[in-house]
């Protein structure tokens, strides 16, 4: 999405495209893929094997900072920079 502005002085016109998630189906499958792990801690935790719970919760927090990163890499419009 383009907004078009005039320059009163010079009558030039200049295109500002509306900021927007580039990643936005990368970021989807990093949070489904975090989802599964999540069922196979439940299903892990019934059974009460520890270890392969322990490894499934190493490997959520691994995605979990992968997705925070994606994110941060996101350039900010200005209102979510306000808002910080």
Known sequence: ???SLTS???GKK????KKIMRQREFIQNQIDRLEG???HVDFY??????PSLRKALIECKEQLNDIKSS???EPMSGD???RR
């Open 45 to 50: 935790a019934t059974r009460n094997d520890i």
């Open 37 to 39: 792990k999540l069922n």
């Open 71 to 73: 994110i941060d890499r």
């Open 8 to 10: 009163a002085s010079k």
């Open 80 to 82: 979510e920079i306000n």
């Open 1 to 3: 999405m383009f907004f």
């Open 14 to 17: 200049r295109k500002y495209k």
